[in-house]
């Protein structure tokens, strides 16, 4: 996540308390990134939760994060996965990964969790060359917006049928919602929501949660 939620605090305060609580140390994770110049990338934690739910619901085995920051959207689904589940992350950052692998590490995950450290650009294709396409049951895209559309074509390539891929910040605090969006990052955001909601290869939501949350569903 990156930006500010739209959704007024009162509302977002009512749906943090009918939502399953965050463990302690998932509660430690989020204090100590809130603090961070760059908290506000930190994903909600309904949104967090919306994602264990959903590898729960996939009966999920390999999930693909690309964009990590410190790690709590990744300790959730790591932390809803079986035993033999894996989840490929795709970051750049060794400083904002190290927070993450040490609380990985704490929850006792870490073994489900293949970090790659290079641009995620890279990872994807190399996912695809070593022959990996269809063989994902849920992506989760939440890193550098101007690769987004790459990011999108790549994991419908990677998840199997019926597998879920899931697109943050298309919101874009709102700025993506109006009908010519002012910032170039808010247009490019708009254009894509447009394109996957006319995409005949997925079945698309957006979701009201974080920052805005595309749900598609390749067929």
């Known amino acids: 996540m990156a930006g500010k939620s739209p959704i007024p605090e009162h509302i977002q305060n009512y749906i943090n308390a009918v939502t399953e609580k965050p463990t302690a140390i998932q509660q430690e994770l989020r204090e100590?990134?809130?603090?961070?110049?760059?908290?506000?990338?930190?994903?909600?934690?309904?949104?967090?939760?919306?994602?264990?739910?959903?590898?729960?619901?996939?009966?999920?085995?390999?999930?693909?994060?690309?964009?990590?920051?410190?790690?709590?959207?990744?300790?959730?689904?790591?932390m809803a996965l079986p035993p033999s589940g894996r989840i490929i992350a795709c970051d750049v950052s060794e400083e904002w990964t190290s927070v993450a692998r040490e609380y990985w590490e704490r929850a006792g995950v870490a073994g489900k969790i293949d970090l790659?450290?290079?641009a995620a650009t890279e990872t994807v294709r190399e996912l695809i060359d070593e022959g990996m396409e269809g063989l994902f049951d849920l992506a989760f895209i939440d890193a550098d917006k101007g690769n987004y559309e790459e990011y999108y074509e790549a994991s419908l390539q990677l998840v199997r049928p019926n597998g879920l891929v899931l697109v943050d910040n298309i919101f874009w605090s709102g700025e993506a919602a109006e009908e010519t969006p002012q910032g170039d990052t808010a247009a490019l955001l708009r254009a894509l929501a447009l394109k996957?909601?006319?995409?005949?290869?997925?079945?698309?939501?957006?979701?009201?949660?974080g920052d805005g949350l595309i749900m598609a569903r390749r067929r």
Not at 55 to 77: D, P, R, W
Not at 196 to 201: L, M
């Open 32 to 78: 100590r990134t809130a603090v961070m110049a760059e908290g506000m990338m930190q994903v909600t934690h309904d949104q967090a939760a919306l994602l264990s739910t959903l590898v729960k619901l996939c009966n999920a085995q390999m999930v693909l994060e690309i964009g990590v920051f410190t790690g709590y959207s990744s300790l959730a689904m790591a």
């Open 116 to 118: 790659r450290l290079k």
């Open 196 to 209: 996957i909601g006319a995409d005949p290869r997925v079945d698309s939501n957006l979701l009201a949660v």
